[in-house]
């Protein structure tokens, strides 16, 4: 397998930050790390072995890259301000240099770039297609959360709720922002094996589906773990997860598939009425519209 390492210093960060890229060709795939984890994680625990076939056949081009949570709102010693105004500045480092360098390496400008993450990386992943849905058109995020203020000490400011899916989502009534949603690929995965806390992924789910964006939510039952075994198989099952329907097959808007995943073969779609009660959210079964070329 082709890997190549890169390193630069970021004007934003104030720091050098990495980036290892796997692959020789195929759709740009971010991976993010889990919360203490650098640009080397997803190879040491095998994510990148676990999709091998899929990178040396030039189906997917892999971008592990670096966080700064430890300075950002894993850093108890910062002000909460602080916190969040890092986090600020590496969404900008991600548009504006991890982009552009995408861009560049695949030698093709405005290519589609889709991430994925698990746990806080799981954040990471959504946070940027939410926040840039004209560039990142496809996500997987895997036992995530995506309400981030129990880090903030109970303080509150513009850098934090731009960053705070649950909180800018809710309000977000931009035409142009919910058009480019429509186009994306949004897939969201939890489960109730070991350590998983389902509820985030929940909640994030009803609030797409309040706001009309089309998205997956799979359960994967008790192989949905908070663990790199569970996540690496759930990552190479994805393949069988895509829909590719035409917009005549389309449900009404913003009700996501709700999949109960228990073996990797069996995919059993459910339709449901949207409810916070009980042991799981229930949702109403719908497609959603094909986006970049991720072939996973």
């Known amino acids: 397998m082709k890997r190549e390492y890169h390193r630069w210093h970021s004007p ?6 990495g980036v290892v890229v796997f692959g020789h ?3 740009p795939l971010i991976g993010f ?8 994680e997803l190879e040491g ?3 990148i072995g676990a999709l091998a076939d899929f990178i040396d056949g030039g189906k997917v081009k892999f971008y592990c890259v670096n966080t700064v949570n430890g ?10 301000f602080h916190r969040s105004y890092v986090q600020a500045m590496f969404d900008s480092y991600l548009r504006e240099e991890v982009v552009p360098f995408i861009y560049n390496n695949c030698q093709t400008q405005g290519i589609a770039i889709s991430t994925m993450g698990a746990s806080f990386g799981a954040y990471h992943a959504a946070n940027s297609l939410f926040k840039h849905p004209d560039v990142i058109k496809r996500c997987f995020a895997m036992s995530g959360v ?20 649950v909180d800018y989502l809710v309000n977000l009534n931009d035409p142009w922002q919910l058009s480019q949603l429509a186009t994306c690929d949004i897939h969201i995965t939890t489960g109730t094996g070991p350590w998983e806390n389902s509820g985030p992924s929940y909640r994030l789910s009803e ?3 309040g706001k009309g964006i089309h998205h997956h939510l799979d359960n994967w039952g008790p192989r949905g773990g908070h663990d790199w075994p569970y996540w690496k198989h759930q990552i190479r099952n994805s393949r069988r997860q895509r829909h590719s329907p035409s917009p005549g097959q389309l449900g009404s808007p913003g009700r996501p598939r709700l999949a109960l995943l228990e073996a990797p073969d069996a995919r059993i779609h459910l339709p449901f009425t949207l409810s916070l ?4 959210l229930r949702h109403g079964g719908t497609a959603i519209l094909g986006c970049a070329p991720l072939t996973l």
Do not use: C
């Not at 934003?12 to 930050?17: K, N, P, T």
């Not at 009660?277 to 799981?280: I, M, N, R, Y």
């Open 71 to 80: 300075y950002g709102f894993y850093d108890k010693a910062a002000h909460p």
């Open 12 to 17: 934003r960060l104030g720091i050098e930050m």
């Open 207 to 209: 609030i797409l589906a």
């Open 25 to 27: 060709w195929g759709s």
């Open 45 to 47: 625990q095998s994510m």
């Open 277 to 280: 009660e009980g042991p799981f």
């Open 33 to 40: 790390p889990t919360s203490a984890g650098d640009e080397w």
């Open 146 to 165: 995506y309400d981030v203020k129990n880090f903030m000490d109970g303080m509150y400011d513009d850098n934090f709720y731009f960053n705070n899916p």
